[in-house]
């Protein structure tokens, strides 16, 4: 049996970077990925931020195949066929430090694996990783689904995504439930350049994206969203599956009907669908976060439900999980105890991160949602209805027309309901 310091399991964000921090330290480190390379597997919006990928790969912009930078970020709310928007545009992001590129996983993955290489990791692809091995309660390796295809190591960073299976196995999470992951679909719709420019209000080169709720999903919790890449456009929609399955639509039934929204339609005009991609997003927020670690072992990623749906963050905390899972795993090896207790210095670090105390401060928010389901269906009407009104010109004295919104107002929400349902916000956002 071939022993390595660390075993990596699984190729996206978290298991590159997690490689990439070991080896940058001299550990042996291997990546073992299911797919033909890293990134065949992977699906994102995807917006990647640049702090947490610098900290990974300094200055990564100068090689890495990125789309475009993000300038401007809109948020869309639908209502039928009515949008309200809003945007923040800032031309500087276009230039360094940047804030965020927008990236296609399987260009931006190869890329990454590169660079883990480059830093002395062995990536071993098209090899399943169906077990791990112990020794006591102690984990001592892998048992991939090759011939001899038991690798022993010191300590294992498991880094297999959403599908949380092989930490199941090893006791730390629960099975995935239909409440806390969202499905996913998205297109890749090839356009020419200057047609996007032209239709985003954007400078050669430059990107913006777009988040749509209300009506994008038609009621159900979830959000759809626009990004601009280089030569395409990747539009996709997202909704937590218990209530997709209980409303009987399919993930392809979302996508359709945020397409016929005419917004959004106009957007897409002539555009040649490339690509149609779909995948689970962790939605459980901090209450499902499994345990982090035990003797030899250490979850990061979206294994460990680290993902921040109301920010559209998820790439950056696998990241940033992932380099400081490589670090302990290099310190523990190095100071030869690579006990419980030891692990837990990477649950320490990432409550000291961003990760953990983002997903903390929302900890509230999924139950907000999920108990106020009539949130999703009301707001929009009540403020499309509202602008709708305060916008028409049509001879109705201004007074008059303030109290016909606050007569609609009540009429779709009572004083008691909008104040139960301010309060509750609060609580659960602030
Ligand atoms: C549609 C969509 C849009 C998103 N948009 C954004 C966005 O705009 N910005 C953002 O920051 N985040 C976004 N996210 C979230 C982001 O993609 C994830 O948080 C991130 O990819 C998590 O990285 P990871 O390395 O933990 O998991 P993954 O990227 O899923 O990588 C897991 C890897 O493990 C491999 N693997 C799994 N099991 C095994 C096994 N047993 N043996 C070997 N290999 C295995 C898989 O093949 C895969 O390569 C989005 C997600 C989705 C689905």
């Not at 996206?12 to 890293?38: C, F, H, N």
């Not at 890495?64 to 066929?81: T, V």
């Not at 990747?234 to 409303?247: D, E, F, K, Q, R």
């Not at 009907?257 to 927020?285: A, C, F, M």
């Amino acid at each position: 049996m071939e022993n390595f310091d660390v075993i990596v399991i699984g190729g996206g964000p978290a298991g590159l970077s997690a490689a990439i921090s070991a080896a940058q330290v001299g550990m042996k480190t291997v990546v073992i990925e299911r797919g033909d390379y890293p990134g065949t597997k992977n699906v994102m919006g995807g917006i990647l931020y640049t702090k947490a990928t610098d900290m990974v790969v300094p200055e990564f912009w100068k090689e890495a195949p990125l789309e475009r930078p993000i300038i401007e970020q809109r948020i869309a709310m639908l209502n039928g066929d009515e949008s309200i928007m809003a945007a923040y545009r800032d031309p500087a992001w276009a230039s360094e430090p940047y804030n965020a590129h927008s990236i296609l996983r399987v260009k931006f993955d190869r890329w990454l694996a590169l660079q883990a290489e480059k830093a002395g990791v062995m990536i071993i692809t098209e090899t399943l990783v169906e077990n791990l091995l112990y020794k006591g309660d102690n984990v001592v390796g892998v048992r991939t689904g090759r011939a001899e295809g038991d690798l022993g190591a010191k300590v294992v960073i498991l880094a297999e995504g959403v599908n949380n299976f092989l930490a199941v196995k090893a006791g730390l999470a629960k099975p995935l439930k239909a409440e806390s992951v969202a499905i996913t679909v998205k297109e890749i719709i090839a356009l020419p350049k200057e047609t996007i420019e032209d239709r985003f209000c954007l400078d050669e080169g430059q990107g913006a994206t777009i988040e749509l709720y209300g009506d994008s999903t038609a009621g159900m919790m979830g959000v759809g969203f626009i990004y601009t890449n280089k030569d395409s456009i990747s539009i996709g929609v997202g909704a937590i599956l218990a209530p997709l399955i209980h409303n009987n639509w399919t993930p392809n039934d979302l996508l359709e009907y945020l397409k016929s929204k005419p917004y959004v339609k106009r957007l897409l005009h002539g555009g040649e669908t490339k690509e149609y991609l779909s995948h689970l997003i962790p939605e459980g927020g901090y209450t499902q976060v499994p345990k982090l670690h035990r003797q030899g072992l250490l979850v990061v990623g979206d294994t460990a439900m680290l993902m921040n749906s109301l920010n559209r963050e998820g790439s950056n905390l696998a990241m940033i999980s992932g380099k400081i899972a490589g670090e302990v795993a290099a310190e523990s090896i190095k100071a030869d105890d690579v006990s419980d207790q030891a692990m837990m210095v990477y649950e320490t670090r990432l409550r000291d991160s961003f990760v953990l105390k983002d997903l903390h401060h929302y900890r509230h928010m999924g139950k907000f949602f999920e108990n106020n389901p009539h949130l999703l269906r009301a707001y929009p009407k009540i403020f499309s209805n509202a602008v709708k009104l305060y916008l028409t010109a049509d001879g109705t004295p201004k007074k008059e027309r303030q109290k016909e919104i606050m007569k609609m107002v009540l009429q779709n929400r009572s004083i008691g309901g909008l104040t139960k349902d301010i309060y509750g916000a609060w609580r659960a956002l602030l």
